[in-house]
């Protein structure tokens, strides 16, 4: 297959079909819908659902070029197999999106703990799970894709989700440790930083409780849980345009080592790094206080 696309004003030629493997298959999320970017493209690819039923009429429709596993990215023996089930039906894995996840809200001090956790189980434990599974065969193969879906609330907190928040910020620290390390294999990495998009993320906080154990924050809570209930199916992000983005992002000659997704989530990103930087240079006659004279 030869594949010719334009981006940014240069030509970007691909002659190989490329084997995607995405986690996340969630009808009306990001996981199919980086599916059918792939398929698109001529691409194959294989997905993976704790309710793997959900995608049998999709699947059936792209034929051999779609593999569903039944897979719970939180455990790791479901995972080394369903990779190795990848590999052995395809050949070989090209791309890994690791694009499962979610948030729950609580504040950092009365979140049970237990719940604390499985934020930082399936938002960051996972995907290093995925990645471990998949760079053996992309490092002997010399070549391979990792595209970490973190989100903009791995570049500024968000109150009410403070374990996502510190989930995503240990995501971006990892991905950008990847990135260096496995440069000399071949293999390229790419952060994901979205904002808000029309996907469900937001729609089951409409019936989930809040499970807090302070009273006190119980109203920051509701006004959070009543602010994402309102803006559910009006998010201005477009899946399917951001996708696309992430794509083109992925065929430029030196690709981004990070890409925010969406006006709001890069006028938030932005605004953030600024303060940071103004903040840090606000205090630089202390931070080089303290150093030994020279």
Do not use: C
């Given at each position: ?6 981006v ?10 490329r ?10 999320g ?36 779609v593999?569903?596993l039944k897979?719970?990215?939180?455990d ?11 590999e052995?039906?395809?050949g070989g ?25 499985r ?31 973190s989100s903009?609330a791995?570049l ?27 440069a ?5 990495v ?11 993320a ?14 006190a ?12 209930i ?18 083109q ?10 890409l925010?997704?969406?006006s709001?989530g890069f ?10 930087m103004?903040?840090l ?8 206080s303290?150093?030994f004279?020279?």
């Amino acid at each position: 297959m030869l594949s010719v696309r334009t981006v940014n004003g240069s030509i970007s030629v691909r002659t190989a079909m490329r084997t995607w493997l995405i986690t996340g298959g969630t009808p009306g999320g990001f996981g199919l819908t980086f599916a059918e970017g792939a398929l698109g493209r001529g691409d194959r690819v294989a997905i993976t659902s704790r309710r793997p039923e959900e995608l049998s009429d999709w699947a059936a429709s792209y034929g051999e070029r779609v593999l569903v596993l039944k897979l719970d990215v939180t455990d790791e023996r479901q995972v080394r197999d369903g990779v190795a089930e990848a590999e052995a039906h395809f050949g070989g894995i090209d791309v890994l999106v690791n694009n499962a996840g979610r948030g729950w809200y609580g504040s950092i001090e009365g979140m049970p703990i237990e719940d604390a956790r499985r934020v930082i189980d399936l938002n960051f434990y996972a995907v290093l799970t995925m990645t471990r599974a998949v760079l053996p065969g992309m490092r002997a193969r010399g070549t391979g894709w990792i595209v970490n879906m973190s989100s903009v609330a791995g570049l500024t907190g968000i109150p009410g989700f403070g374990f996502y928040t510190a989930a995503k910020f240990a995501l971006e620290g990892m991905t950008e440790v990847l990135r260096h390390e496995v440069a000399e294999f071949g293999i390229k990495v790419l952060a994901v930083e979205p904002g808000a998009f029309r996907t469900r993320a937001y729609s089951g906080f409409e019936d989930e409780p809040v499970r807090e154990t302070v009273d006190a924050y119980l109203a920051q809570l509701d006004a959070m849980r009543r602010s994402m209930i309102d803006q559910d199916g009006k998010q201005p992000g477009d899946p399917v345009r951001g996708v696309e983005a992430i794509l083109q992002a992925m065929e430029q000659d030196q690709p981004p080592q990070r890409l925010v997704l969406g006006s709001l989530g890069f006028d938030t990103a932005t605004a953030a790094m600024g303060a940071t930087m103004s903040d840090l240079r606000g205090s630089e006659q202390l931070s080089r206080s303290a150093d030994f004279p020279s």
